[in-house]
């Protein structure tokens, strides 16, 4: 499944991806790696829609890879994986379709 959420070029806020489904007993999100790819040029948009500014590097949390998201233009489409690595070194991808809108509906 793909989440898809919307969001200004001005908003900038933390997202929470849940992984609970894929965790096993006792696992917790240790860490996690995030990126992104703007929809069909599929150049790299890392730097300009995923905030890692101090204080706001992607993190796990128990069940959660918890990233900040920032910027893009008004009709982009964006890409985001997160990859998350867990307490019993298994790796898990969620994905999440960021689109770029004028106002929030």
Do not use: C
């Not at 001005?10 to 860490?31: N, V």
């Not at 918890?66 to 690595?85: I, N, R, S, Y």
Request: avoid cysteine; proline fraction near 3%.
């Amino acid at each position: 499944m793909r989440l898809k959420i919307e969001k200004t070029p001005g908003e900038k806020f933390d997202y929470a991806m849940s992984f609970t489904k894929e965790l096993q007993p006792e696992e917790t999100i240790d860490s996690v790696t995030v990126s992104s790819t703007q929809r069909y040029s599929w150049r790299d948009t890392t730097a300009r829609i995923v905030d890692s500014e101090e204080g706001h590097e992607p993190e796990g949390s128990a069940n959660f890879a918890v990233f900040w998201l920032k910027g893009g233009k008004v009709g982009e489409v964006h890409d985001v994986k997160a990859q998350g690595t867990t307490s019993g070194g298994r790796t898990l991808d969620g994905f999440l379709e960021l689109r770029i809108v004028r106002k929030k509906r």
